[in-house]
């Protein structure tokens, strides 16, 4: 009405005005691209080409050894990408940082699985470039042919924290391009991280002369201690030690009881003693869903009674040699990516046609918020307590003669050793022994995984099988693992199954008595110190979803989307100059076709054959303002 009168009173500025309000109204948020013209052809389906990233996440984190608490901060990163590339492409979930909607959302045409995967795809792989993980970049850049930066731009980098309209302004510049926003959620990935009291960048350590956490200069090592830990019971000269323990080498009293760094191997003659891995994380790290510091709990201690308990660790490692089944669950429950994995891959198998690939970018987001308060939780109990290990324990008994698992990693067998040369069935982690880290990640698994089942599919997951046949990740081309590793993996002939949750939460921890790695309470007090905390992650899911329905979202099976122009290759992202897609027109001059494009061309623009007349619906809203101008004007 106000626009109309100035228009009456003064045709003089007409002209102008109408074109200024037409070009920021209609142009500017009017325009959609078409996310089948975008999607490459040779990228997967949306829950395959995420598997496939996360597999070759797994693969690099084992390939590079990096420690439990390291591969779960990390994870968590990755699943950033997942809920906040929901959070840009959605009208309700929100922004799992702020717990609010997001400032930047994209308009409707982008709320689908497609335009979301696309967003993951460039947030996972500047992960990777951070890491180093080239094999899954070259994946997406060359394999798939989606055109991804390495890197954030400064647009996004310069003005974040300067002005965020200026963000945003750039963003709608791009046509909500959702590899831009990819980058919008790294950068914020990045920057909560920086100092999530993780110190994954190392820029802070302990200094022991001023008992504070201080800056570090130069030099400075990721994960580093920021809460001054040092082992009271560390090597010393042996005969020193069994002097001050007057000989007695069966009881364990005073400083014997506290954790010792174990003395490792690269099997070139280079020998180290461990360092305990994250201590500070417990005490320092900021949690999701139940702070360690303020949760009012802390575990008894066990009152260990260490000799009876070593002839139990002897014992179990022995029945373990002679069972092939659980060397097999050994080795799977301690790489809890791979538990993770088959818990995943069994609800898109079990509820297949239901589950959505949003499902999915909330149960992994929620599961990886349970896992991480888990670790803190666990660590910092690990800390407190700072237990000895079986094998330092039982190798304190020198050369007295055990029957038990002969050391071969490779083929296990029985044989009567020194107990000085005793070794876990796996190697011990570095870090302190009571509660079990595994115990307590995987009661939180099952705690949440019921609960999650249970009310969006009202049953829960049952015969889960791990192995060749089942979820196998290695046995096909397929597959969401290299191939290469399928002996490390687990595809194999034979394999095992897990009934329900419940059983693989019991077995996750028992795991850890069969190896050699743990004392008996060390795996109830795990279950007893993260209950409760699978219930949070799914009260934390709800409401990060925030009773969003979740747009056009993808079930596994669904037809890929298509593009409403006839193309050789799938088209350009959007382009920072474009204020409409290319449009092929149909026209009987001359008997030629005319072409008109308001796209420049790039290296990854697609061919438009003109076969006929085709204008995307939204052009539809370009045609009315034309219309609606042209009426005003004249």
């Known amino acids: 009405h106000i626009i109309m009168k100035r228009l009456s009173h003064d045709r003089s500025t007409s002209v102008p005005l109408i074109l200024f309000i037409f070009t920021n109204t209609f142009l500017r948020n009017c325009h959609a691209y078409e996310v089948g013209c975008m999607y490459p052809e040779r990228m997967l389906e949306p829950f395959a080409a995420r598997a496939k990233l996360t597999g070759f996440t797994n693969v690099y984190n084992v390939d590079t050894e990096l420690e439990t608490p390291v591969s779960v901060h990390q994870a968590q990163a990755f699943s950033y990408c997942d809920i906040n590339c929901l959070a840009h492409h959605d009208d309700g979930t929100l922004n799992a940082f702020t717990k609010e ?26 992960l990777f470039e951070q890491a180093g ?26 003005k974040y924290n300067v002005d965020y309209t200026m963000v945003q302004d750039y963003i709608i510049s791009l046509d909500y391009d959702p590899l831009a926003i990819g ?19 190392g820029s802070k350590r302990y200094d022991p002369y001023s ?37 007695d080498k069966y009881t364990v009293s005073g400083n014997e009881m506290f954790w010792q760094p174990l003395l490792e191997d690269d099997g070139n003659g280079y020998l180290s003693r461990q360092e305990h891995v994250t201590p500070h994380i417990g005490f320092h790290a900021q949690a999701r869903l139940r702070d360690p510091v303020q949760y009012n709990f802390s575990l008894p201690d066990p ?18 040699a002679m069972d092939k089944m659980k060397w097999d669950k050994i080795a799977f429950y301690d790489k809890k990516f791979l538990v993770r994995i088959l818990i995943q891959e069994e609800i898109i198998k079990q509820f297949k046609g239901t589950y959505k690939f949003e499902d999915e970018l909330l149960f992994v987001h929620a599961i990886g918020a349970a896992e991480h308060d888990s670790v803190l939780h666990a660590w910092r109990e690990k800390v407190m307590h700072d237990l000895v290990r079986p094998t330092t324990v039982i190798q ?22 020194n107990a000085n040369d005793f070794h876990a069935f796996i190697r011990v982690m570095p870090h302190s022994e009571y509660p079990s880290g595994s115990s307590c990640i995987c009661a939180a698994y099952h705690e949440f995984t019921d609960i999650f089942t249970h009310e ?3 049953k829960n997951l049952t015969d889960m099988f791990w192995g060749y046949g089942g979820i196998d990740l290695g046995c096909s081309e397929l597959s969401v693992l290299d191939p290469a590793r399928a002996d490390f993996l687990g595809c194999k002939q034979g394999g095992f199954t897990i009934p329900n949750m419940d059983a693989l939460a019991k077995e996750c921890g028992e795991s850890r008595l069969w190896g050699g790695m743990h004392f008996t309470a060390s795996v109830p007090a795990g279950r007893e110190l993260c209950t409760g905390i699978g219930s949070l992650a799914f009260e934390y899911m709800q409401m990060i979803r925030n009773g969003s329905s979740l747009g056009e979202a993808h079930v596994k099976g669904d037809d890929r989307p298509q593009c409403s122009t006839t ?25 030629e076709t005319e072409k008109h494009s308001s796209s420049p061309t790039s290296s990854t623009d697609a061919k438009t054959e003109s076969k006929s007349t085709s204008v995307p619906a939204h052009l539809d809203y370009t045609f009315i303002g034309l219309v609606l101008l042209a009426t005003l004007l004249f």
Request: proline share 6%.
């Open 183 to 201: 980058r919008l959620v790294l950068h914020e990935i990045n920057m909560k991280f920086s100092d999530d009291g993780w110190n994954s960048n």
């Open 211 to 247: 008992k504070e956490t201080v800056p570090c200069s130069t030099n400075c090592i990721p994960y580093r201690d920021t809460y001054g830990y040092y082992p009271r019971n560390f090597p010393m000269n042996p005969n020193e030690q069994i002097e001050r323990v007057g000989g």
């Open 101 to 126: 909607r997001p400032t930047i959302v994209v308009p409707k045409f982008g709320h689908n699985s497609w335009s979301r995967m696309l967003c993951i795809a460039q947030c996972y792989s500047i």
């Open 303 to 320: 009152q260990y009674d260490f000799y009876q308990e070593s002839l139990q660790v002897i014992e179990r490692v022995k029945e373990s």
């Open 133 to 158: 993980n080239s094999e899954a970049v070259e994946t997406v850049r060359d394999t798939w042919k989606l055109d991804i930066l390495s890197k954030v731009e400064e647009e996004i980098t310069e």
């Open 396 to 417: 304190r008994w020198g050369q007295d003669e055990i029957t038990t698992f002969d050391g071969n990693r490779k083929d296990p067998g029985i044989a009567t050793i």
């Open 456 to 458: 969006y599919f009202e």
């Open 567 to 591: 193309t050789s290759t799938p088209t350009n992202s959007p382009s920072a100059v474009t204020l409409a897609p290319s449009i092929s027109i149909a026209s009987s001059v001359s008997g």
